[in-house]
């Protein structure tokens, strides 16, 4: 078996697939089976840095599918397209959330995120309508609007020549959004730190923490209802609750009073939100479960279009001529306009440059599963009761699925090709996951950080601040920066900062 596995990993390095591996090299085995290669070494180095790093020099030595053992715990990481096919899309009924489900439970409920089974389908069936052509294309004046907003605060940075941490104004930026497209509410965090905005930051980070911590302080009794952090993160977690359940009701109460026609595309001109547009649709579903669906669309939808931002910006301060084909194009299409939906499909280059640095930067790194019974993955049988992590990060660097995959080059997929996705990639690019679980906020997302992107190199040059401290990964459900992504905004030549409306 070791020799198998020695041999299995040599060849697999040298570019031949995992799967078809695993099928030749079964017939030197008596079982037909192989053993899943168990890592070795120094696992508490995993502890010190983004933990998807050390996971991708263990897929070097180990190949696509490994185990590792913490203690009492054991994972299976895979990293094989083939067998992340298998498991997000051929058999994914075979599999639940698993530990995702259980750290996540104290702010999504049983949202659409942590959901399994009956539950899960049935919201799922409910809540995608929601996301239909007609409210994709009104929410691209939405995101110009939170766009230009943002070009205001960056020009007086401009002027006054100070950095500015991009980090935490694309983390804003987002939030406005998702507040307006979930329930219409304007948080208006690029203005405001307080209240409710600063409560959902206290949630966000807790789940964060709780997602990437070993040991679960915040189940120790007493110490969970006395430890000043647990008491901060009860207080805001009633806030958010209080404001969703006060949002739900008086957005119940408005279309009560409505008349309403309610079919496919249906959408409340003044409240073209996603609440609205459930609760017309005559949802029959308790506020919890709604409340639980919101919060989740609202993680969802925030952190990972602001990752995003965060590290496209990055990798354009490092490649300039991306940045000048970037700026050539969002010129011609756009000129001083703001974006609508018919720019989405011209902004080709762009929409690249969305696409690669989701290549390079995953959001999330890793997706995480349990299985619900025995399996095969490839020829390795599993048995019911796995956690699994599924490393995007190691399909999306492996270098049998890219060439130099470790250069940002949004030309890799061709202008007039498809655009990039898990399916016409066959499952090695998944920057929203695959099968029936896949991110129902792809379109939203890509519409979203194509407008943001557009409208911030248009006005603007952007550059790593002088004595910025260097750009480190750390890690939560994204990739965060360990001390942001300081900047210095300059306005292009002959750019000004109010736009046009179309
Ligand atoms: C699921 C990525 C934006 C709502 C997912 C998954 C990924 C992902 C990888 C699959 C998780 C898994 O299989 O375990 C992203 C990225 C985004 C983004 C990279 C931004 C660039 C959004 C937005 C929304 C959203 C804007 C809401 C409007 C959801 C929901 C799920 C999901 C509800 C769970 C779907 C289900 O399990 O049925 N996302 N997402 N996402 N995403 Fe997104």
């Not at 669906?293 to 910006?313: N, P, Y």
């Not at 025995?374 to 009761?385: A, N, Q, S, V, Y």
């Not at 990639?425 to 519409?447: E, H, I, N």
């Amino acid at each position: 078996n070791g020799l198998i596995s020695v041999l299995r990993n040599s060849l697999f390095k040298l570019g031949l697939p995992g799967k078809f591996l695993a099928r030749v090299l079964s017939f030197s085995e008596e079982e037909g089976f192989l053993d899943i290669p168990q890592a070795k070494g120094n696992i508490g180095a995993i502890g010190k840095q983004a933990f998807f790093i050390p996971l991708y020099d263990l897929f070097l030595v180990y190949g696509g599918i490994f185990r590792l053992n913490f203690g009492p715990k054991s994972f299976l990481i895979v990293s094989d397209p083939g067998i992340a096919k298998h498991i997000l899309k051929g058999n994914s009924k075979a599999y639940s959330k698993g530990i995702l489900a259980e750290i996540l439970e104290f702010v999504m409920g049983t949202g659409l995120i942590p959901a399994d089974g009956e539950i899960w389908r049935k919201r799922r069936r409910v809540v995608v309508p929601a996301l239909h052509q007609k409210y994709v294309s009104t929410m691209i004046g939405l995101f110009g609007e939170a766009s230009y907003r943002l070009c205001e605060k960056l020009n007086d940075a401009a002027l006054e020549g100070r950095s500015v941490e991009m980090e935490s104004l694309f983390s804003r930026l987002t939030l406005d959004i998702i507040g307006k497209a979930l329930f219409n509410y304007d948080f208006d965090s690029l203005s405001n730190d307080t209240g409710i905005v600063e409560a959902v930051y206290t949630v966000l980070r807790e789940s964060e923490l709780r997602s990437t911590s070993p040991i679960p302080t915040w189940e120790i009794p007493i110490w969970k209802d006395i430890s000043p952090r647990q008491r901060k993160v009860n207080a805001s977690l009633e806030l958010v609750n209080n404001t969703l359940d006060g949002l739900i009701d008086m957005c119940k109460r408005i279309v009560e009073e409505e008349d309403v026609n309610f079919g496919e595309e249906y959408m409340n001109e003044k409240d073209p939100s996603i609440l609205h547009f459930l609760l017309a649709s005559g949802d029959d579903v308790t506020s919890k479960q709604l409340r639980d669906d919101l919060m989740t669309m609202l993680i969802a939808g925030h952190e990972t279009s602001a990752a995003v931002l965060t590290w496209t910006f990055y990798l354009l301060s490092k490649e300039p001529s991306v940045v000048s084909k970037l700026q050539d194009e969002v010129d011609v299409v756009l000129g001083d306009r703001f974006p609508v939906i018919d720019d989405m499909k011209k902004l080709k280059y762009t929409t690249r440059v969305i696409n690669e640095s989701l290549r390079l930067y995953p959001q999330p790194p890793v997706l995480i599963r349990r299985s619900l019974e025995d399996d095969m993955l490839g020829m390795f049988p599993i048995k019911k009761g796995e956690d699994i992590f599924i490393s995007i990060w190691n399909l999306h660097h492996c270098p049998n699925n890219w060439v130099d995959p470790e250069i940002f080059k949004p030309e890799r997929w061709p202008l007039d090709g498809p655009d990039p996705n898990e399916s016409n990639q066959d499952f090695s690019y998944l920057p929203f996951g695959g099968g029936p679980r896949k991110c129902l906020g792809d379109m939203f997302a890509t519409f979203e950080t194509v407008t943001a992107l557009a409208m911030l190199v248009r006005k603007f040059n952007f550059e790593m601040a002088p004595g910025a401290p260097s750009v480190e990964m750390t890690t939560g459900a994204t990739i965060h920066t360990t001390q942001g992504l300081n900047m210095r905004v300059s306005q292009r030549k002959g750019a000004t900062i109010h736009p046009c409306k179309s």
